[in-house]
Every structure is written in C-alpha cells, then in structure tokens.
C-alpha cells in the first residue's frame, strides 16, 4: 500500500513579527492536495505575508510552512510550487518568449514551446511574445505574469490578487486556467477580492490581523462580515 500524500501546505505556528507588529499567526492550517482554498480579508489581514512565507520570499519568525512535505522555500518546495504574484517582476533584457523558455527548462519542461504558445494565446499576448514585458502597461504585465505562473509543472500553485489590472477576457481566461489546473489535480490557494474565484473555490480561508477568523465552505461564509467582495474593475485600456 502506498503512504498517502503529504498535505499541499501545512503550517504549525506559523508566525511573522515585524518589530512587535504581529502580521500573521500563530497559524495552523493544513490544505489538501487538490484542493482549491480562497484567501479573503481585508487589506492588512495578512494574506499577503502569508504567501510570502509560504513561498520562501519571508522567513517566519517562528512555527514553520511545509509544501509538498518540504519547508517552504527549499529547492523541494520551488520545484512543485508556483507563484503568481500581485506585482509580477520581470528581467530588463528578457522577451516574454525568452523568460517562457527560461522558467519552463528551469523546471525541467524540454518541450516548453506548445505549452508557451497556449498561454500566450489565452491571454492575447501572441503578438507581443518577442516583447520586454518589462516595458508592458500594468494589465500586459499581469498577463505575461500568468503566462509564466502556468508554464511549467506544479502541484500547489498560491496567487496574490491575480486580477487586478486584467480586463475582462484576461480574468475569464485566468478563470479558466485555475479551473484546469485544479482539474488537473493542482491545489490553488487565491488571495482574492474576486467573486467568480471564491463561489467557485472548495473552501474560504479568512485573516483578519493575521489569524484565521473563518474557514469553511463557500456556501457557509457571510462575505459581507469577512471582506468587502465584488467583482474586479476593468482595467484600462491597453
């Protein structure tokens, strides 16, 4: 018989103080693999911090976040964690095509360029592929960041705040993407304010000051107590 697997994310005392400002924790939390978790709350609930720290990019100040079985951060946890940030940061002399093809032979995807095209095409970035996606508008640059996010393999994926400056066909193309990845066997954690990704998530997870104040199913939230929830503004015209 073989062991089961391990959780996508635990933590156990996950804490992070910054000079006596307690920013998350002490936190306990356990998400399965394959399952899809919304992050809510209001801004400086936290929910930032903590996929900081559950990608490595933060050290906890005490208590510990596993991925995968491995500590966040280690090379174990990179190579089955993707992260798709809320401010994307890309190389000055890299084309968008160029860091497709970095990130995705980085983790170990040879044929990277079928996977790539999907992506660029999905979002509507065909054209600007041979592009610096560092010289791109806020919503271009959210766009290229999703592209990067999905091209290479993962087990567990956390997102911080992904639609903000994407129009509407790029969040419904990004919908579509976590629907498949979750199809997939993926486990999504999304800090989000974005309605379509909460009703469609299995669980709520909700910080307030840092520590959870709800966690269940969508179905059993009252959204209106946890965190003010509407659908994201269009982005400007790109």
Not at 27 to 33: E, Y
Not at 93 to 119: F, K, M, N, T, V
Not at 178 to 201: C, D, K, N, P, Q
Request: charged share 20%; hydrophobic share 45%.
């Amino acid at each position: 018989m073989s062991a089961a697997a391990p959780p996508a994310i635990a933590t156990a005392g996950l804490t992070k103080d910054y000079g006596g400002t307690l920013a998350v924790g002490p936190l306990d939390l356990v998400v399965a693999p394959g399952q899809r978790v919304s992050l809510i709350g209001h801004n400086g609930s936290g929910k930032t911090t903590l996929i900081r720290l559950l990608t490595g990019m933060l050290e906890p100040s005490a208590g510990e976040a596993v991925v995968a079985g491995h500590p966040a951060g280690s090379i174990d946890a990179r190579a089955v964690l993707a992260h798709l940030a809320d401010q994307p940061v890309f190389y000055d002399d890299l084309s968008l095509r160029e860091h497709l093809e970095y990130i995705a032979r980085l983790h170990g995807r040879s044929e990277w360029q079928p996977r790539a095209d999907e992506l660029l095409d999905a979002v509507g970035l065909t054209g600007r592929a041979d592009e610096l996606p560092s010289t791109f508008s806020r919503g271009l640059r959210q766009k290229a960041a999703v592209c990067l996010a999905f091209v290479r393999p993962f087990d567990v994926m956390v997102v911080d705040e992904p639609f903000v400056g994407l129009d509407r066909a790029g969040r419904e193309s990004l919908l579509e993407l976590f629907r498949l990845a979750h199809g997939g066997g993926a486990a999504l954690v999304i800090a989000t304010h974005e309605l379509a990704t909460v009703a469609e998530s299995q669980r709520i997870v909700a910080l307030r000051d840092g520590a959870v104040v709800f966690d269940g199913q969508p179905g059993e939230a009252d959204l209106d107590q946890l965190v003010d929830i509407a659908p994201a503004p269009e982005a400007e015209s790109e």
